[in-house]
């Protein structure tokens, strides 16, 4: 039996409807029961390299922001569609929770960090102080990578090995698209994901009212923007 929603999701859904209970406990009936999720989407464990020598934890949880570009916080992960492997790269901005921008590729290769935050720093002005938060994935130790943000002058940040917390802002977005998107509508190919994908990030930055801000992300970065 098929399930649209994983353990996770539906340990935070008895949470919101007040049964605390662990993740552990919830996979357990689910795999006594033979439920099983459609669609598998995971943290993608991309960590290779020495333990917290390439930044410290700056960001320390501190997951908002007075303006925008002042924090940004990225991450990767691994889901399968039609028996294919999918790996997703987005930035989201921690002032109004928007995504600047995404990759999306067949393969967790460097090019599709690196193009994402090629994308990402063309919406960044010239004059920020920009604080950019990841894990430690091999692709945030490149030497390529860093250098890029050096250039830019932007402060690299990195969870603490093991401490999932560090980023969780960023896995919240994850289970939000997974639970709005992935498991809601029906494709036809991965292309077809794709471009539904496109529509979808869209909708979450300029339709879809957070209820921490009373408005969509671009409408509130809009409303400071026209304030300052």
Same mark, same amino acid.
């Given at each position: 039996m098929k399930t649209v929603m994983g353990y996770c999701r539906i340990r935070d859904e008895l949470a919101n409807r007040g049964q605390k209970?662990?993740?552990?406990?919830?996979?357990?009936?689910?795999?006594?029961?033979?439920?099983?999720?459609?669609?598998?989407?995971?943290?993608?464990?991309?960590?290779?390299?020495?333990?917290?020598?390439?930044?410290?934890?700056?960001?320390?949880?501190?997951?908002?922001?007075?303006a925008p570009n002042e924090k940004w916080v990225t991450d990767m992960t691994e889901f399968k569609l039609f028996g294919e492997k999918l790996y997703l790269s987005p930035v989201l901005d921690l002032f109004n929770g928007e995504i600047i921008t995404y990759t999306i590729g067949s393969r967790p290769t460097y090019s599709l960090v690196s193009e994402m935050l090629d994308n990402a720093l063309k919406h960044l002005p010239e004059e920020h102080q920009l604080l950019m938060?990841?894990?430690?994935?091999?692709? %945030?130790?490149? $030497?390529?990578?860093?250098?890029? &943000?050096?250039?830019?002058?932007i402060i690299q940040s990195m969870s603490?090995?093991?401490?999932?917390?560090?980023?969780?802002?960023k896995e919240n977005f994850f289970v939000i698209m997974k639970s709005e998107f992935l498991y809601l509508k029906e494709f036809e190919s991965v292309e077809h994901f794709k471009k539904e994908l496109k529509n979808y990030m869209?909708? %979450?930055?300029? $339709?879809?009212?957070?209820?921490? &801000?009373k408005m969509s992300s671009v409408h509130y970065r809009n409303h400071f923007t026209q304030a300052a």
């Amino acid at each position: 039996m098929k399930t649209v929603m994983g353990y996770c999701r539906i340990r935070d859904e008895l949470a919101n409807r007040g049964q605390k209970v662990n993740h552990k406990k919830v996979q357990r009936i689910m795999k006594a029961l033979g439920l099983k999720c459609l669609v598998r989407m995971k943290k993608y464990k991309s960590y290779k390299g020495t333990i917290g020598k390439i930044a410290p934890n700056i960001l320390d949880r501190h997951f908002t922001a007075e303006a925008p570009n002042e924090k940004w916080v990225t991450d990767m992960t691994e889901f399968k569609l039609f028996g294919e492997k999918l790996y997703l790269s987005p930035v989201l901005d921690l002032f109004n929770g928007e995504i600047i921008t995404y990759t999306i590729g067949s393969r967790p290769t460097y090019s599709l960090v690196s193009e994402m935050l090629d994308n990402a720093l063309k919406h960044l002005p010239e004059e920020h102080q920009l604080l950019m938060h990841s894990d430690q994935g091999w692709h %945030y130790q490149m $030497k390529q990578h860093r250098h890029v &943000l050096e250039s830019r002058g932007i402060i690299q940040s990195m969870s603490r090995k093991g401490n999932c917390y560090d980023n969780s802002i960023k896995e919240n977005f994850f289970v939000i698209m997974k639970s709005e998107f992935l498991y809601l509508k029906e494709f036809e190919s991965v292309e077809h994901f794709k471009k539904e994908l496109k529509n979808y990030m869209n909708y %979450y930055n300029t $339709k879809r009212i957070k209820a921490k &801000l009373k408005m969509s992300s671009v409408h509130y970065r809009n409303h400071f923007t026209q304030a300052a």
